[in-house]
């Protein structure tokens, strides 16, 4: 009866099909052999890459001039102006981009191509290293760290939480230093953000080339395929498209420049002009807290030649904001005014100007006017709104401020 | 009256003891103590000194001396005697000797290492040391995390955070790595089954990692008492560890109560209400003011054991606020002040799940009442611990419900009071939990070839797998990870089964009652089954099968639903199998397609079938490893001359089974599940499968295998322990299902089996 089931060992079911039951999709074809990468990689010497090494220990340099304008032209206030990190040393600024295999954090993902572009005074070298495989990433990572070292700036965009850990996670595992990586670092990324916020649909890099500095990609492929096109090379071995990642990887540093020094002439020079008027009230509002008030309120003052009534108040409230920190009371009083000119139903406004009026100016009679106006125009809010008219407490905060100016004053006005 | 008195009132009691099946005292022990070695550091010696520890027990001098000598240990002492210091001793120790060194520390839950963290902090703050230690867990606030990764000299967490938040990310944790010199894993019975199975993978990633940066921590681990602690150890961290379980703590006099309720029902073996009868047995203490901690298997038993000690406590007049609950679910502000309350006294009585049977401190209480049975042997004793912990006397009573596993410890104490049977199993290499742990550790570095993960063989093959379905890529000599995906995440180290249906009840609103596998759920939760949830009656209106999600809505009907159940087993490969009296065992790896077809609606009290419908529902497949045991064909017809009825049996048999089995592997009856088919087309006899629930298995069968004479003996006796008559939950399941002569056919064949039957008398006529 219990013939054949005498003991066995359990490879009766290879492991290939029991593993099989948990992976979804079924192996594209049988591939024992080794893959041979040397066919795919070929367009890709043949752009006058030069060979560090061979496979698979060695890494691919390709390298070439560049003109950049002179630091020098780079105004030293702009770092501190753009919240960035100041330049140490005389070294050479490296501007650094990375393609990687996945946007996950964590030591799996390989970075498998990097542009660093050396400027340095009145002349520039981009050089890229790309990783043909993963064995080659000892000698990847000694050119790379070797190309960072001395600088003086590392110049990137989101570099600080993206390509910066990534680079440092895989030299570790290639029990490579990266020390050179550690010096000052001015992640172009906030800056950007700041100015770009409020009009473009993100702060990717592609839309800011666009919205920003008007530039068009002609390259035939988004970022986002690198990652596919590098594990073909390493799974299958096959090119999908590696000279135009590398084209990718090179544009994206070029542009950075163009950005770096957009930025530059955004933050010290004139070109905040050529933003929209969101955009200069948003900057305006980051210098002065900056301390750089008189450069905010010329900015603020050119959004009054805006249409949007809403906004040329909002650059009033600010200005009056800051004019009012820095004591001149009357010039906020004017920028309050102005305001309210600009969209008359402004509670925030009446409210300012009520403030300004009692603590500053001392003229309680039109503190308390301007308190009444604030709170009819509440009630006439919540009649259109309901409840949900003003900011929770407000009736009850200015009714208190009503009181004690009539306190103040001696009684309430209607008794007099 | 004190404690002693009440405990004279209830011997005398007859109402009491008439329902005790055993009173076992544990007399008081005392310490058994050695001087500090000369080699501790003053500044320890001093702290500890200064916390009325003047000498250590012997188990601790030994962790010390253990430590000392480089050998991984596992400690194995009771509750509450002073384990913690096994591993706080040799750590800090270290860490005063060399201001680099670092240790880890894995508790299986958050709330534990709260509390282990408080003692470490308070010898640390009296030796005025700079020895930093951190919880690293989901709470730990994303600011905190670079300091810890770069300072914390000890660094607790658990085994979840480690897979997913720290090996993923270990060139962010190189100080640690690179000087880990302990790692101490706690509780390591709790490393068990599935879950077990998942850390013993954990384990071999983390160690792999430490070697990548140079270092071996030495591995100190406790554990309550197991049967195998050494061999579980073993396979847990893929080490040999020195077992270390000379216990020098003392311990004052301890009552252990067996109470069985008093049957209600003797035909279908009810007894009373054991969350009701638990709470009666707490009254006298409450009345006393005597604190009492009450442990419930599920959130539910918890909150009635509440309703009902509320009760008692406003019918003595007292504040109901002193009981509380505690369970998972409540806020952890919440269980400190709980926690605290216990500790000062403010609270009297609490109801908890086994949220606090863990290392939780809640001070000495004196008296525990278990609603159940734990589950497991080790759970009871660690239930069991938490009344009186060194000094003074204490009870514990435990309450047997009307499950068999319960009936089975309540008719025989020995069973729990004389050296443990229970087994803690863990299978590192199923394949599916190995595979999936190849994967996140090929992501954390690259695998070399010829490199072996764990003690696997078939670590090469699986790699070249992996590769085949471009997860990994080969250079040089290494497999490197190619995906871009994070693997950790796709792990869920938890749960047992793979897929569950949630039950919705849609009679107000949309709550969520419960969740049940996607086994049961073919069979109780298709479209129109009257689903039974709490004693609650709920029929089905819809199975999403894809959104796997049932929506239920209550009801009042007279009729209960019976759903016929295809299995057909298939591509066996028997890895072992044995010859036993009227047939054979065997273990192996099996194939299961199960197919709910029908159901019958089926009167309640007459059992007249009222109608039948259709199921539609797919199959299910599903592979593991499964215990199978064959009776010789020739039986049928034996007992069919002595009026019995195999398929009965059989039915009969394979509840019983699969409720006693769990004693002896620590599972919980949800992790196994037995079919019996009458004729099995794979061995061509009638045949039981006791199978794995989790895919592939996690080494339950081969266990079965090895331990198949003594479960049919435990089985035997819970047969003749079971006063029903033709059988009920607590034996052979109710016989509306199992059928009227199931309990008789199951014993006879137990009977033969064991050898208590020569042979029948129609064969001895028909030999005459």
């Given at each position: 009866m219990m013939e054949g089931m005498a003991k066995r060992s359990p490879t009766v079911r290879s492991l290939r099909d029991r593993l099989a039951q948990f992976t979804a999709s079924p192996p594209p074809d049988r591939r024992t052999e080794k893959i041979?990468?040397?066919?795919?990689?070929?367009?890709?010497?043949?752009?006058?890459?030069?060979?560090?090494?061979?496979?698979?220990?060695?890494?691919?340099?390709?390298?070439?001039?560049?003109?950049?304008?002179?630091?020098?032209?780079?105004?030293?206030?702009?770092?501190?102006?753009?919240?960035?990190?100041?330049?140490?040393?005389?070294?050479?600024?490296?501007?650094?981009?990375?393609?990687?295999?996945?946007?996950?954090?964590?030591?799996?993902?390989?970075?498998?191509?990097?542009?660093?572009?050396?400027?340095?005074?009145?002349?520039?070298?981009?050089?890229?290293?790309?990783?043909?495989?993963?064995?080659?990433?000892?000698?990847?990572?000694?050119?790379?760290?070797?190309?960072?070292?001395?600088?003086?700036?590392?110049?990137?965009?989101?570099?600080?939480?993206?390509?910066?850990?990534?680079?440092?996670?895989?030299?570790?595992?290639?029990?490579?230093?990266?020390?050179?990586?550690?010096?000052?670092?001015?992640?172009?990324?906030?800056?950007?953000?700041?100015?770009?916020?409020?009009?473009?649909?993100?702060?990717?890099?592609?839309?800011?080339?666009?919205?920003?500095?008007?530039?068009?990609?002609?390259?035939?492929?988004?970022?986002?395929?690198?990652?596919?096109?590098?594990?073909?090379?390493?799974?299958?071995?096959?090119?999908?498209?590696?000279?135009?990642?590398?084209?990718?990887?090179?544009?994206?540093?070029?542009?950075?420049?163009?950005?770096?020094?957009?930025?530059?002439?955004?933050?010290?020079?004139?070109?905040?002009?050529?933003?929209?008027?969101?955009?200069?009230?948003?900057?305006?509002?980051?210098?002065?807290?900056?301390?750089?008030?008189?450069?905010?309120?010329?900015?603020?003052?050119?959004?009054?030649?805006?249409?949007?009534?809403?906004?040329?108040?909002?650059?009033?409230?600010?200005?009056?904001?800051?004019?009012?920190?820095?004591?001149?009371?009357?010039?906020?009083?004017?920028?309050?005014?102005?305001?309210?000119?600009?969209?008359?139903?402004?509670?925030?406004?009446?409210?300012?100007?009520?403030?300004?009026?009692?603590?500053?100016?001392?003229?309680?009679?039109?503190?308390?006017?301007?308190?009444?106006?604030?709170?009819?125009?509440l009630h006439r809010q919540r009649e259109w709104a309901g409840a949900s008219g003003g900011r929770v407490g407000e009736d009850q905060a200015l009714l208190h401020r009503l009181r004690r100016l009539e306190r103040r004053m001696g009684g309430p006005r209607g008794e007099h | 009256m004190n404690l002693q008195q009440l405990l004279g009132h209830l011997r005398e009691s007859p109402g009491f003891t008439r329902n005790v099946t055993r009173w076992h005292t544990l007399e008081a022990q005392g310490p058994r103590c050695v001087a500090f070695p000369a080699s501790t550091d003053p500044r320890l010696r001093r702290a500890l000194e200064a916390r009325g520890v003047e000498k250590l027990y012997l188990h601790q001098a030994r962790a010390l001396e253990l430590a000392s000598e480089g050998r991984d240990q596992v400690v194995v002492t009771p509750t509450a005697s002073g384990k913690t210091l096994c591993y706080n001793l040799p750590v800090l120790q270290a860490c005063l000797e060399d201001s680099e060194a670092r240790a880890l520390y894995l508790f299986p839950t958050k709330a534990l290492s709260q509390d282990q963290m408080n003692e470490l902090h308070g010898l640390i703050e009296a030796m005025e040391v700079d020895i930093k230690t951190y919880t690293f867990d989901g709470d730990t606030p994303a600011a905190a995390r670079r300091t810890i990764r770069s300072s914390g000299h000890v660094v607790v967490t658990n085994p979840d955070m480690l897979h997913q938040g720290i090996l993923p990310h270990h060139t962010a944790w190189v100080k640690l790595f690179e000087n880990l010199r302990f790692l101490v894993v706690d509780e390591l019975h709790h490393y068990r089954g599935v879950f077990g199975s998942h850390v013993a993978n954990v384990l071999r990633r983390l160690l792999r990692i430490c070697e990548f940066y140079g270092s071996r921590p030495l591995i100190i681990a406790c554990s309550a008492t197991i049967a195998n602690p050494a061999d579980h150890a073993a396979r847990l961290l893929g080490r040999s560890a020195v077992v270390n379980d000379e216990n020098g703590a003392p311990r004052g006099r301890k009552h252990l109560i067996f109470y069985n309720p008093p049957v209600v029902n003797a035909e279908l073996g009810i007894r009373r209400s054991v969350i009701k009868e638990a709470a009666r047995l707490a009254r006298p203490f409450l009345e006393t003011g005597v604190q009492v901690i009450l442990f419930g298997r599920s959130r539910v038993r918890v909150e009635l054991l509440l309703t009902y000690l509320k009760d008692s406590m406003r019918s003595l007049k007292r504040s109901a606020d002193r009981v509380r609950a505690y369970r998972g679910g409540y806020l952890p502000r919440e269980r400190r002040e709980i926690e605290r309350g216990l500790r000062e006294g403010e609270i009297l009585a609490v109801a908890s799940t086994n949220a606090l049977e863990l290392g939780i401190d809640i001070g000495q209480l004196d008296v525990c009442i278990m609603a159940g049975y734990a589950g497991t042997v080790a759970s009871t004793w660690q239930q069991a611990g938490r009344a009186g912990r060194r000094r003074g006397e204490s009870v514990a009573i435990l309450v047997a419900s009307s499950a068999p596993l319960d009936q089975y410890i309540i008719e025989h104490p020995e069973f729990f009071l004389e050296s443990t049977p229970e087994q803690a199993i863990i299978d590192p290499d199923n394949l599916s939990i190995l595979l999936s742990h190849l994967k996140c550790a090929a992501f954390e570095l690259p695998f070399a070839e010829g490199e072996r993960f764990g003690d696997s063989s078939a670590t090469s093959e699986m790699l070249d797998y992996l590769t085949e379905h471009r997860v990994l890529s080969r250079s040089g000599d290494r497999y490197h990870w190619m995906a871009d995906t994070y693997p950790a995440e796709d792990v869920s180290m938890r749960s047992a089964v793979i897929e569950n249906v949630v039950i919705v009840d849609t009679s107000r609103g949309r709550e969520v009652i419960g969740e049940t596998d996607l086994l049961s759920a073919q069979l109780l939760l298709h479209e129109d089954a009257i689903y039974l949830h709490q004693g609650r009656q709920y029929h089905v209106d819809q199975l999403d099968w894809d959104r796997k999600e049932a929506y239920v809505r209550r009801v009042q009907v007279n009729y209960y639903t019976d759903a016929q159940l295809k299995s057909e087993i298939h591509a066996l490969d028997c890895f072992e199998s044995q010859a036993v009296a009227h047939g054979e065992k065997a273990h192996g790896e099996i194939g299961l397609i199960t197919k709910a077809t029908m159901f019958k609606k089926i009167k309640l009290g007459t059992h007249e079938n009222l109608g039948a419908g259709r199921i539609h529902l797919p199959e299910l497949e599903h592979h593991t490893t499964s215990f199978w045991w064959t009776l010789d064909e020739s039986l049928d017809e034996r007992m069919r001359g002595e009026g019995l009825n195999l398929g009965d049996g059989l039915k009969g048999l394979a509840h019983l089974l699969g409720q006693v089995a769990p004693l002896f592997l620590m599972a919980d009856p949800g992790d196994l599940r037995s079919i019996p088919m009458v004729r099995s087309p794979q061995t061509g006899g009638p045949t039981l499968f006791l199978y794995d629930t989790y895919p592939g298995g996690v080494g339950f069968a081969r266990r079965l295998f090895d331990l198949h004479a003594v479960l049919q003996e435990a089985a035997a006796q819970r047969l003749r322990d079971c006063a029903c008559a033709h059988g009920c939950p607590s034996c052979v399941g109710s016989s509306l299902e199992a059928g009227s002569l199931s309990k008789a056919t199951a014993a006879w064949l137990l009977a033969l089996t064991r050898g208590e039957v020569e042979s029948s008398p129609r064969e001895r006529m028909q030999r005459g």
């Open positions: 041979d990468r040397r066919a795919a990689l070929e367009a890709l010497v043949a752009r006058g890459t030069q060979w560090m090494g061979s496979l698979p220990e060695g890494c691919l340099r390709i390298e070439e001039p560049v003109s950049l304008p002179a630091r020098a032209e780079v105004s030293t206030a702009f770092f501190a102006r753009a919240g960035l990190e100041d330049p140490r040393g005389d070294g050479p600024w490296v501007v650094l981009d990375t393609e990687t295999t996945g946007l996950e954090s964590g030591t799996g993902t390989v970075v498998f191509l990097v542009a660093l572009l050396r400027w340095s005074d009145g002349e520039g070298r981009l050089v890229q290293y790309f990783l043909p495989e993963p064995a080659g990433e000892s000698c990847f990572w000694t050119a790379v760290a070797r190309e960072v070292e001395g600088a003086s700036l590392v110049i990137s965009y989101n570099g600080k939480s993206f390509d910066l850990p990534r680079m440092r996670t895989r030299m570790r595992l290639s029990r490579i230093g990266a020390e050179a990586l550690e010096g000052p670092h001015a992640d172009l990324l906030h800056p950007t953000r700041r100015v770009v916020t409020s009009w473009l649909a993100s702060s990717r890099l592609i839309e800011v080339e666009r919205g920003l500095l008007g530039l068009r990609r002609t390259e035939d492929l988004p970022g986002s395929q690198a990652p596919e096109v590098y594990r073909s090379l390493q799974t299958e071995g096959r090119d999908r498209g590696l000279c135009a990642v590398v084209e990718h990887n090179r544009a994206d540093v070029l542009h950075l420049v163009e950005l770096f020094c957009r930025l530059e002439r955004i933050y010290c020079g004139s070109a905040w002009r050529d933003l929209p008027a969101e955009a200069r009230l948003d900057l305006a509002r980051v210098l002065a807290r900056r301390g750089e008030v008189d450069d905010a309120l010329e900015m603020l003052t050119s959004v009054r030649g805006s249409e949007d009534a809403k906004l040329r108040a909002r650059a009033h409230r600010l200005a009056a904001h800051h004019l009012r920190r820095a004591g001149e009371h009357a010039r906020a009083e004017g920028e309050l005014l102005a305001a309210l000119e600009a969209e008359p139903a402004g509670l925030d406004t009446r409210v300012q100007l009520a403030k300004l009026y009692e603590h500053r100016l001392k003229d309680l009679p039109r503190a308390h006017e301007m308190t009444r106006a604030a709170l009819s125009g | -």
